[in-house]
């Protein structure tokens, strides 16, 4: 059976759509049950994961922009004049703004994101408000081998990867994927990086478990989501959020738990559920300095700086190639 294509994500085309049917799919006919946490940022799934940002159980943002205003001089200091910033993920383009604030005489700006209305819309805003930048927007899956636009020469790469999205990859997908921005910015670049740090289990589970239930929603959004795009037939109210922090891997895992047994049509295949069954959405690794120096190692970084908030509840961190 062919599924009509009417998504906002496989706008991209047939090829982009078939790619992900295969992926939810390949999840959930396998064994325990996933789906790609990158399948959240829809329309809907952005909206909730704004709200989220703001929930007080939530200090990821906070501590994070915390940390920029505080030390964002001696991070453009590092920096040095000139810079190509290149955002990965840049989404509502807000946080990129401090950087560019302080830098001093930034060249460049080349937000990534998937989202093409998002992009034009920040690349415009920006392109107003720092006329001097040049702004070279990228629409692409920042996660996969890419190209960068034509930069102006001699401009020292500065890559900015903020938020602790690289939590959500596991640590040999974030060693890979800092791989891959290693070279981008070439031998003379430099990554700054926002890392959630470890903590007291208590804090970790609130933040995932927020008592408004916005977390829960922005879990079950994907099901809509599949209900939407992929023919799905979900019914959400059989389905609970379960987020929980695992001490031995060090992430707080996500999962959607079936309230019983139940089959569901996705894209004209069958998939049945036991009770109790889960599907696991997202994992969000929380660093210490042992997996921060392993993860960078691998990628062929050095951490040659560290910020934290006030509360050490979050990094901001400067990678430099390592020598
Ligand atoms: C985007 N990412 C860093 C968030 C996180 O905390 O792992 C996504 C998220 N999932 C649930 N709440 C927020």
Redesign the pocket.
């Known amino acids: 059976m062919t599924t009509p294509l009417r998504s906002t994500l496989y706008h991209a085309g047939r090829g982009a759509y078939r790619a992900v049917r295969e992926d939810v799919l390949h999840g959930l006919l396998g064994s325990p049950k996933t789906l790609p946490a990158k399948l959240f940022y829809d329309a809907e799934g952005a909206r909730l ?1 704004e709200q ?1 940002c703001a929930l007080d159980e ?1 200090y ?1 943002t906070r501590s994070e922009l915390e940390i920029l205003d505080r030390y964002v001089g001696e991070i453009a200091e590092l920096a040095g004049p000139r810079c190509a910033l290149v955002e990965y993920g840049s989404g509502a383009g807000i946080k990129v703004r401090l950087l560019l604030d302080a830098l001093v005489q930034p060249a460049a700006y080349v937000p990534i994101d998937i989202s093409h209305e998002q992009l034009s819309r920040v690349a415009r805003e920006l392109s107003v408000d720092y006329p001097h930048v040049a702004i070279r927007p990228l629409c692409t899956d920042y996660t996969r081998r890419l190209r960068l636009p034509a930069l102006p020469s001699g401009a020292r790469r500065l890559a900015f990867f903020p ?3 690289i ?2 990859f596991h640590p040999a997908e974030a060693a890979a994927f800092l791989g891959r921005v290693r070279r981008a910015i070439g031998t003379d670049g430099a990554l700054v990086l926002g890392v ?1 740090r470890r903590k007291d289990a208590g804090v970790l589970h609130a933040a ?1 478990n927020d008592r408004n239930g916005v ?1 829960a929603a ?1 879990n079950l959004n994907v099901l809509a989501r599949l209900n939407r795009e992929l023919d799905a037939d979900f019914d959400l109210s059989r389905f609970r959020h379960v987020a929980f922090f695992d001490p031995a891997t060090s992430r ?1 895992e ?1 999962h959607l738990e079936s309230a019983m047994a139940q089959v569901v049509r996705v894209a004209g295949e069958v998939v049945t559920f036991e009770r109790g069954e889960t599907i696991w959405t ?1 994992s ?1 690794y929380k660093y210490d300095m042992a997996l921060l120096d392993r993860v960078a190692g691998a990628a062929g970084f050095d951490v040659d700086r560290l910020w934290s908030d006030e509360g050490e509840r979050f990094w901001v961190a400067f990678l430099t190639p390592a020598r």
């Open positions: 994961f989220i939530y990821l938020g602790s999205t939590g959500n959630d995932y977390t922005f707080i996500m997202e969000s």
